[in-house]
Structure formats: C-alpha cells, structure tokens
C-alpha cells in the first residue's frame, strides 16, 4: 500500500472483515465485498442538525448530506465516523459517544449511521474539497431536502430506510 493511496477493508454483508482489502477507484470490485461507510447527525442543545453541501469537484456536487465517508482499512466505523467528521467539519465527537442508529445495505457499500449529541457553540472548519458549505436546520428541513431532491442522491434511499430510526433517536434525550 503506498501512500496517497486510500485502501478499504473488503467485509462480508455482515461487516466483518474478510482480510482483503481494495485500493480505492481500482478496476473491478470483488463480486459479494462490501466496504464499511460512516455518517454522522450531529445534533445541538437547540434540536438543530448540521448538513453538509458537497463541493463543486466532488461527484454529486453541490448536494445536501451528513458528514461522513469510507472507513479505512483496518478502521472501525465508529472510528471512520469520528475522524470524517473532524475532517469535514472540524467538529471533534469521541467515537465511543457516537449512538448507531443503524446499517443501510448498498450495492457495494455498508453505511453506518451515528448521531452524536453537541453544544451549542460549536465552531465548524470546513474541508474546502470536500464541503462548500454548512447548515444547522431543523430535522423537518432535512425531510424537506430530501423530497426537494436538494440532497445528494445516495442520501435518497439512505435516509427512506433510516429516517423513521434517526428521527427516533433525535426526539429522545440523551
């Protein structure tokens, strides 16, 4: 593995791993491999949650989502969760205080979904390449996004298998 180059973890449906990993955009997924994706909702005292818009370079550019990405080999979910966030946004939450709501199955990807529960002064740094903006909206607004089509197309699926869960885990006090 050099470096420069982003390599995954090959897991089962079940997310474990299988002991292979995969270089990132190389030809050719192994038929019946997942690799493991985490997301964040950070939530604050005043019930908001932050949506990050994916930056014009990116594919689905310009599209609404939760901070997140592919775990790294030999990275955690829960860890990948917490160091995606940092990078993205500049926002720091403990991987051990992160709530999984739940796992969405995609073709090739398992999606870990977590919220973490913050302050109300949080000072967000924005990764330049990867997000172009940022918002803290109501959990409704992101109901609105996504029947707008205003969130990044994966987030579609995603969020109409997950929402009932994370919307849950929103309205309950930690």
Same mark, same amino acid.
């Given at each position: 593995?050099? /470096?420069? /180059?982003?390599?995954?973890? %090959? ?6 791993? $299988? ?10 997924? +192994?038929?019946?491999?997942? @690799? ?29 989502? #939760? +901070? ?23 926002? /720091?939450?403990? +991987?051990?205080?992160?709530?999984? %709501?739940?796992? #969405? ?14 302050? +109300?002064?949080?000072?967000?740094? =924005?990764? *330049? ?8 909206? *109501? ?16 987030? *579609?699926?995603? =969020?109409?298998? =997950?929402?009932?869960?994370?919307? @849950? *885990?929103?309205?309950? $006090?930690?």
């Amino acid at each position: 593995m050099s /470096d420069g /180059d982003e390599w995954w973890d %090959i897991v089962d449906a079940g997310g474990t791993p $299988t002991g292979a990993v995969f270089r990132r955009g190389a030809p050719q997924w +192994p038929a019946g491999g997942f @690799h493991l994706i985490a997301a964040v909702c950070v939530q604050r005292e005043d019930g908001t949650v932050l949506l990050t818009r994916r930056a014009a370079g990116k594919e689905f550019a310009f599209g609404w989502e #939760f +901070p997140g990405g592919s775990a790294l080999a030999g990275e955690s979910s829960r860890n990948a969760a917490s160091r995606e966030l940092r990078e993205e946004t500049g926002l /720091d939450a403990e +991987p051990s205080g992160l709530e999984l %709501i739940g796992r #969405f199955t995609e073709t090739s990807a398992l999606l870990d979904f977590y919220v973490a529960r913050a302050g +109300p002064a949080l000072e967000v740094t =924005l990764q *330049a390449s990867e997000v172009m903006a940022t918002e803290w909206v *109501a959990p409704e607004e992101v109901v609105r996004r996504l029947a707008a089509g205003a969130m990044a197309a994966p987030w *579609a699926a995603r =969020l109409n298998c =997950l929402w009932p869960s994370i919307r @849950h *885990a929103l309205t309950r $006090t930690p």
